[in-house]
């Protein structure tokens, strides 16, 4: 049950988000009014669709793992796998505030190589790896292993710097666009294996 405190705090909390924003911009950015520009829309309704596409595909595992988090809490609280799905949730929602926001080209523009920001998300995945690595060989990790190998194919492309007109971007954007495909699945399968085996739990006890 929602209630009334919590409903506060979830109006509360992001106005004054924005109340700092708005303060940010007026003394260090470029126009308040900016934080309301509409989004970029192009000439054509297919340029950028695919790119859209895949920043609409990154959103659906941080919710739903944030979702299935907040279910087994309440199923089963003291539940260790939960934790993972916390992680998952945060790991998710990481990479999708880099994709929109485009945290890397303004780190980009600070002097910091797009390859070493990719390192460093890179070494997170892998610490998650290894902090799950038993759970996750009871899971379709193989949905996830496919996402991510076809994600660092991608990576690997841009980072080549190709010329020519379509190749390049259809040689990086294809297998970015599929390997998110596949990390949707893989959270997906994994989140409803989990509230199943919690309930199941549930039931036998």
Known sequence: MVTYRNIFWLNTLPFCLVIALTVYTKFFGSSVGALFFPPFAPSEPDIGLLTHTFQILC????????????LLKKI??????????????????????????????????????????????????????FAFRKLLKSTPYSLLLTGMGLLFFAILIDSLHLTGDGLPSLLEGVPKLFSEINIV?????????ELVRSLNLQKTT
């Open 59 to 70: 959103t659906v595992p941080p919710i739903v793992c944030a979702f299935t988090f907040a």
């Open 76 to 129: 089963q609280p003291r539940n260790q796998r939960n934790r993972f799905i916390l992680c998952s949730a945060l790991l998710t929602g990481g990479f999708l505030l880099n994709e929109i926001f485009r945290i890397h080209i303004y780190l980009l523009r600070a002097g910091i190589p797009k390859l070493m920001t990719s390192f460093v998300y890179a070494l997170v995945v892998l610490a998650y790896a």
């Open 185 to 193: 699945l893989y959270f997906w399968y994994a989140c409803y294996f």
